[in-house]
């Protein structure tokens, strides 16, 4: 649970998306459309004269006095007895109060799917055999014959190298989560050559476990002070993390249903988008 004992979450008056935070391009391409720039081409600039079609950002909101009152509150109910539907009240307090609804949320985790992003394509070049960078923790020949640990290792460095951030703590746990996951769910998979449905298998979990650390490190604490032992925390805990797992992974389903795929260069759009379902869906929950 790493720091998630500890923290007491943020607290009112600081804005609700921090200052290192990556705010990815507001603009989201249609379903189905491929045609739309890669996360990294610059967006066409307009004629002169010509109106921008692109919302406005809006101003990021400072956070409320009392922001989780209403989380904690259904999680603590969720702690004492393991009902579900306190536990999706909870999720719902969070996104809609905790972080000012879905769009918020969604800015505040763009942090997510800039790692996302990295990680897609660390994984993808170390399979394709790509020469790595000069000092690269991911130099194959450095790797062969190294254990799966210490190519986790490795691609934690290489993808998320510490900053002293919460967030980027949370985000090297959660590669290492989602790696170790891949690795029980695909027992031969090789780290270094995974294909096309490993390497998304692997996004997609990264994502939905970047979400739990950074909701164990904003309110974990008041389902492990509420639950009537440890052993019931822990599964309280669990329980939070498979229901945030399932409910990325339909986001992500119906995104590929909708032909947006985890293609090289569209990442961070597909997994901020596929957050951005995911924080709708608990936002619904406070209703």
């Excluded at 996360?39 to 006095?65: K, L, M, Q, T, W």
């Excluded at 210490?150 to 985000?171: H, K, L």
């Excluded at 119906?254 to 995911?278: C, I, P």
Aim: charged share 25%; net charge neutral; aromatic share 6%.
């Amino acid at each position: 649970m790493g720091t998630s004992q500890s923290s007491g979450g943020p607290g009112p008056g600081v804005p609700m998306v921090p200052s290192w935070v990556p705010d990815l391009p507001a603009v989201e391409p249609p379903a189905g459309d491929d045609t739309a720039p890669a996360d990294d081409a610059a967006p066409e600039a307009p004629a002169d004269g010509a109106p921008s079609h692109e919302p406005p950002i809006r101003p990021i909101p400072v956070a409320p006095p009392a922001r989780f009152l209403g989380t904690r509150r259904s999680l603590g109910e969720f702690a004492r007895t393991g009902d579900g539907r306190d536990m999706r009240r909870g999720l719902g307090h969070y996104v809609r109060t905790g972080y000012g609804g879905s769009g918020t949320a969604t800015r505040r985790f763009g942090g997510t799917a800039g790692t996302a992003g990295a990680l897609h394509g660390a994984l993808s070049s170390v399979a394709a055999g790509a020469p790595a960078a000069p000092g690269s923790p991911l130099n194959p020949a450095l790797l062969a014959g190294r254990s799966a640990q210490e190519v986790m290792d490795a691609v934690v460095e290489a993808v998320r190298p510490i900053d002293g951030t919460q967030d980027a703590e949370a985000s090297r746990a959660a590669i290492r989560d989602a790696l170790s996951e891949l690795l029980t769910r695909f027992p031969d998979a090789d780290l270094l050559s995974l294909d096309d449905d490993q390497r998304n298998f692997a996004i997609e979990r990264f994502a939905a476990f970047d979400v739990v650390r950074r909701f164990e490190l904003d309110v974990g604490k008041t389902i492990i002070e509420k639950a009537p032992s440890a052993a019931a925390a822990l599964s309280r805990l669990k329980q939070v993390r498979d229901f945030v797992k399932e409910t990325v992974a339909a986001s992500f389903r119906k995104l590929r249903a909708a032909g947006r795929s985890l293609s090289a260069g569209r990442v961070n759009r597909v997994v901020r988008d596929a957050l951005r379902e995911t924080f709708v869906v608990f936002e619904g929950y406070a209703e």
